[in-house]
């Protein structure tokens, strides 16, 4: 038997305006429809309707996590301070969490994610290779101070998580877990019923090889992802190597020469006057001629900062997610004028590798892009107001610390698989909402934490985890988004809050009588029906309300009873039936089914 709910009675509000502060459509419709209220910045309360989604979401993810044999747990959201100090992830994670103490002084944290917990209980309990492989999950409320709450329940400072975790006593065990897991989240995403996109991944915050995200389609997703047009590469920009050039020579190239280039503070400028006063024969100067440096200044997790220079090619921006991940667990900030003060031979504008880099004048640590080979020739900087270097090569007149994936990554680029296997695929680029991610987490946190068991020859090993991550609540705002269109949300069927939304329009006794037999016969056989019963409300905010609302179909009981029809509608498509009173039942037992 399901359920029947009222509108009469249902705890709902829809409203007429937008919330002030909403910015993202799926944030504007789930306040508007009642699905959700905000009590603080990335802090929402859900409604009964919401609830259910966010039950549904959650119950198709247990589903598939118990098909897999990974077991579920619960673990406490308030958690001590000792197994994140012994990670390092009590100072790493610095203002990303919430943290409290006790009354007799001692500091908890509010769980962001549960690395920690999961790894000391397989400790507490297992100790023999016999008890792996094992798997084990929870659905569980995290805290993250998140320096942007954005779009509701998108991304929440508490939201839920589905985390899960493999453990496992090779490399090869882990593999067959990572896809065991992978498969289990295909079957996941195909259910939840919306466009995603698995794309390689940066492991971030946790370290591990083999990483990959789920990502739903969206414009106003925060994540951008590249795809190849000529083969099945795919990945999130944070992870993109890009497909360096090789080595080239140098042999013929003249000797560096420094250049007046007055008033060429920026690249635009630069290269006007390369044009004007120094044109090449073979073709214009472009921006790619140009080397850029980006100052940064780095704070690590233990507070100590770091001035750091980023070297791009002048057509290239350092981007902000790809500089995070790289510099990770680091966080940055631009160079201001007070960094500048500290660095008088610094010439801003005209600064170059003469000056950058830890061996020279600056002692600032210079990284630069992978294009930046050997052998390659810029302009660049010379260090003094209004000049820069001329034919500056690397590898012969400067070397830089290292190398830096942060430049950014645009459609057109090349696709480095493709680049690697001697084809022409170019990437083209879209934005998406990150819904779940998974990973070999490797033996960061078994070696950390002493996770180690006997193997067949009575030999402590150190045992392999993965890390399977999903986010309900942001499913719930994800798929809105994604779903939504202009009269409000629209549901695919396996995640609506009800099945069908019936619609009881008039004054007509009969008219409600039929109503409330329809819905009553529905619910016997299991169809969750939102049934509006409301007598003296008119039928065009009915029928604005289920628009809004979103339930998959709805039925209209009202006129053309007298003529013994139903009307069903297709809340996606509009498309209208005209259904017979006595088969309504059944069609609509067959149709959500
Ligand atoms: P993001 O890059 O969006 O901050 P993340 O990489 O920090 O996410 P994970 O640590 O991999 O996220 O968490 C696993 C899943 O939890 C994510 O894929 C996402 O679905 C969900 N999630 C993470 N942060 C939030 C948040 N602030 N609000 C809602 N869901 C979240
Ligand atoms: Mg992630």
Redesign the pocket.
């Known amino acids: 038997m399901s359920t029947v709910l009222r509108m009469s009675s249902l705890f709902v509000r829809t409203l007429r305006d937008d919330p002030a502060d909403a910015e993202v459509p799926s944030h504007r419709l789930l306040v508007r429809a009642g699905y959700i209220r905000r009590n603080a910045p990335?802090i929402y309360t859900w409604l009964p309707l919401g609830l259910r989604v966010l039950r549904r979401i959650e119950a198709i993810v247990r589903d598939e996590m118990d098909s897999i044999g990974s077991q579920e747990l619960l673990f406490p959201a308030l958690l001590p301070r000792e197994p994140y100090e012994a990670t390092g992830r009590w100072t790493e994670y610095g203002d990303g969490i919430f943290r409290l103490r006790d009354r007799k002084g001692a500091d908890y944290l509010l769980g962001?994610?549960h690395e920690e917990m999961f790894t000391l209980v397989v400790k507490d309990l297992y100790s023999s290779y016999k008890d792996l492989p094992l798997s084990i999950y929870q659905i569980q409320t995290?805290y993250?101070d998140?320096a942007r709450?954005r779009a509701g329940?998108?991304?929440?400072?508490e939201?839920?998580?589905?985390?899960a975790y493999s453990f496992d006593l090779d490399d090869a065990g882990l593999d067959a877990s990572y896809q065991r897991f992978r498969d289990a989240y295909i079957r996941i995403f195909d259910k939840l019923g919306f466009e995603y996109v698995i794309v390689h991944?940066h492991a971030?915050?946790?370290g591990g090889s083999k990483s990959e995200?789920?990502l739903a389609k969206a414009e106003v997703g925060?994540?951008t992802y590249v795809r190849c047009t000529r083969c099945d590469y795919a990945a999130n920009v944070e992870a993109v190597q890009i497909a360096a050039p090789s080595p080239v020579s140098y042999d013929d190239a003249p000797a560096a020469h420094a250049e007046d280039t007055p008033d060429t503070p920026t690249i635009e400028s630069l290269v006007t006057m390369l044009n004007q006063r120094f044109p090449r024969h073979d073709r214009p100067w472009v921006a790619s001629d140009a080397l850029k440096s980006v100052l940064m200044v780095l704070t690590h997790p233990d507070g100590t900062t770091e001035d750091l220079a980023i070297g791009v090619p002048g057509d290239r921006e350092v981007d902000q997610k790809r500089l995070e991940a790289s510099v990770y667990p680091a966080s940055f900030r631009p160079f201001g004028d007070e960094d500048f003060a500290r660095h008088p031979e610094l010439a801003k504008g005209y600064m170059g590798p003469g000056v950058l880099g830890e061996k020279n004048a600056s002692k600032i640590r210079f990284l630069v892009d992978p294009r930046i080979v050997q052998g390659t020739r810029w302009v660049a900087g010379a260090d003094l107001h209004n000049s820069h270097v001329l034919d500056l090569v690397a590898g012969r007149d400067f070397t830089a610390d290292g190398e830096i994936e942060a430049a950014d990554v645009r459609a057109g680029d090349p696709c480095p698989v493709c680049v690697a296997e001697g084809r022409d695929g170019v990437l083209e680029a879209a934005r998406g909402?990150?819904?779940?991610?998974i990973f070999q987490l490797g033996r960061k946190f078994a070696d950390a934490l002493g996770l180690q068991v006997l193997d067949e020859n009575g030999k402590l090993v150190t045992v392999t985890m993965g890390?399977y991550?999903?986010?309900?609540?942001?499913?719930v705002?994800?798929i809105a988004e994604n779903t939504l269109d202009d009269l409000g949300l629209c549901w695919p069927r396996n995640v609506a809050p009800a099945d069908v939304h019936l619609v009881a329009t008039g004054t007509d006794d009969h008219v409600f009588a039929t109503a409330d037999r329809i819905a009553r016969q529905l619910a016997a056989d299991g169809v969750t029906v939102l049934y509006d019963d409301r007598q003296k409300v008119s039928p065009g905010v009915k029928f604005k309300d289920a628009e809004l609302l979103g339930v998959p179909t709805i039925v209209v009981i009202g006129r053309n009873l007298a003529d013994g029809t139903i009307e069903v509608r297709d809340r996606r498509t509009g498309d209208r039936e005209e259904i017979q009173v006595d088969h309504v039942v059944n069609h609509l037992v067959r149709l959500v089914s």
């Open positions: 990335g962001p994610t995290k993250r998140e709450p329940v998108l991304r929440g400072r939201f839920t998580m589905k985390d991944a971030g915050a946790m995200e789920f925060e994540d909402i990150e819904m779940g991610h890390s991550g999903i986010g309900p609540s942001r499913a705002a994800a």
